[in-house]
């Protein structure tokens, strides 16, 4: 009976507090609205040009001031670089004022822009944003290596506003400290680490990195900077070889006078000791002037082929070793991966079937053979003579990622052989021309975020030069697209006003 008293009494006492809680406040309240402020007049994206004048006039809209008097607020716009932690190098303010009337300073890249508009009289802040990339005259594009009367200049292709424009001489134009000295080699561009892109270039003299946004360069920027071993001040990369793969960055190979070295940013694995040494060998093996490399997708490794000029075989290396591994003896093989008894005059690896090594051999009664085999499990795929047109004069090749078509050129011609049909076929005649370079560009971004890099991965391309015009302006660089079934190809892109092209490499965003 105590309990249900007790009961009762709790009943009550949370109903009596329900019942006083509901009840209308009767309090007298006034409710102001204050101004807010309505953003027109600017768009999502802008992009601008370092050194240009850059102008927003916004339209402003106040819901409580009609007068629309600029100084009763204060305005700031300030830039955001996009993708990096907070900090006072990243946050940049660039004006002050309603309107925004500047000559763009802040460093290249992509950037957020806040538009801050403040009453002063409520102190109450008022924002919009917008995405803006800033650019430079050489901020994303073709970087070329030439070859002028047997000295070394840097060109670029560069993109400016959508529009790929050529610019001569591009360390001079920008003040650049490097200075090529002697036969020009290879530029290589591709993500040196996580966090900085490398822009690689490589005479007979040096091989040195520059600043990939100002071009500028200091003597730590030489690539005797980046080996464990000391090195000549003259020590140079023949080329350096990349995995070219959307999670490649800071893994590369270098060949340099018939070394291979390795690079692996994630390990700390610096150019070190040439890994061109078989396990279990004494002896290292002079390699031939070819890398074929490729990223595990499982593991994000580098693993690449290599050859031995000495006893003329085919090595691996794998999974971040200091050496190399001789390739396993397969049932029912094409050729023998330890006894070629060919030389190698050209290897690459191709995504194509889902990734493959071509290697072009050649035997001493003249005749040429192609090679295919999977680079991780060894599993030969094709091994057959090469019956093209003028093959035994050809000097240089390049295979197709898409359809795996061979193409190789024989002084200004360029023919393109079909490995199934075992037929070839002339592409190309440029008469006088001599060709330089063929390739297709392996870029390590693609898909619907970069189309133009995606198009063109399957673009053959052509550099030539005309002998009979100026070493400084007699070369040009084209790009052809390839068609399905041994089509005619098709002029894309077409600049010139280079000398003789020895490489191309794409400086990606």
Same mark, same amino acid.
């Given at each position: 009976m105590l309990n249900y008293r007790y009961f009762k009494q709790a009943l009550l006492f949370v109903m009596l507090f329900v019942s006083f809680s509901c009840r209308k406040d009767l309090g007298n309240y006034n409710y102001e609205e204050i101004n807010s402020v309505d953003f027109g007049g600017i768009d999502k994206t802008y992009n601008a040009m370092l050194g240009e004048r850059f102008k927003i006039s916004p339209v402003l809209k106040f819901t409580k001031d009609e007068s629309n008097d600029e100084q009763a607020y204060s305005y700031q716009w300030l830039a955001m670089r996009r993708g990096e932690a907070l900090n006072s190098e990243i946050r940049k303010e660039l004006a002050t004022t309603r309107n925004l009337d500047v000559v763009v300073k802040i460093p290249s890249g992509n950037y957020d822009v806040y538009y801050i508009v403040t009453d002063k009289k409520t102190g109450v802040a008022y924002r919009t944003t917008f995405r803006l990339t800033v650019q430079t005259s050489i901020y994303e594009g073709w970087m070329v290596l030439n070859d002028v009367n047997g000295a070394a200049r840097l060109d670029m292709i560069s993109k400016i506003n959508n529009i790929y424009t050529p610019v001569t001489d591009v360390l001079g134009s920008t003040g650049s400290e490097l200075s090529l000295k002697g036969k020009p080699l290879d530029v290589h561009c591709y993500p040196y680490n996580f966090s900085t892109y490398g822009i690689y270039l490589s005479t007979d003299k040096g091989t040195n990195r520059i600043d990939p946004e100002t071009f500028k360069w200091k003597n730590t920027f030489n690539i005797k900077y980046e080996m464990v071993a000391n090195v000549p001040d003259d020590f140079h990369a023949d080329f350096m070889a990349s995995t070219e793969h959307p999670n490649g960055a800071g893994t590369s190979y270098m060949f340099s006078a018939g070394n291979v070295y390795y690079y692996y940013y994630i390990y700390q694995i610096n150019y070190g000791v040439p890994i061109n040494l078989v396990k279990e060998e004494s002896v290292p093996f002079n390699a031939a002037p070819f890398i074929a490399r490729s990223l595990s997708s499982s593991t994000l490794i580098a693993n690449a082929v290599l050859f031995d000029v000495n006893k003329r075989r085919f090595v691996r290396h794998l999974n971040n070793e200091s050496t190399c591994t001789t390739m396993p003896t397969m049932d029912n093989a094409l050729f023998d991966y330890n006894n070629v008894g060919k030389d190698l005059i050209y290897m690459d690896y191709s995504p194509f079937n889902g990734g493959d090594v071509f290697a072009i051999l050649k035997g001493g009664d003249g005749k040429v053979y192609l090679a295919r085999f999977n680079l991780v499990t060894a599993i030969q795929t094709y091994y057959a003579e090469i019956t093209g047109a003028e093959i035994g004069n050809a000097d240089k090749f390049t295979v197709n990622p898409i359809y795996g078509y061979l193409f190789y050129s024989v002084g200004g011609k360029v023919y393109e052989y079909d490995m199934s049909l075992k037929t070839s076929k002339l592409m190309l005649d440029k008469g006088a021309e001599k060709i330089s370079l063929i390739k297709f560009q392996k870029f390590v971004n693609g898909g619907s975020s970069r189309p133009y890099y995606?198009?063109? &991965?399957?673009? /053959?391309? +052509?550099?030539?030069?005309?002998?009979?015009?100026?070493?400084?302006?007699?070369? &040009?660089?084209? /790009?052809? +697209?390839?068609?399905?079934?041994?089509g005619d190809l098709t002029l894309g892109e077409s600049y010139s006003g280079f000398g003789k092209i020895v490489s191309v490499s794409y400086r990606e965003r």
């Open positions: 995606e198009s063109r &991965k399957n673009q /053959l391309m +052509v550099c030539s030069y005309d002998p009979a015009l100026p070493a400084e302006r007699n070369g &040009k660089m084209e /790009l052809y +697209v390839v068609p399905s079934l041994n």
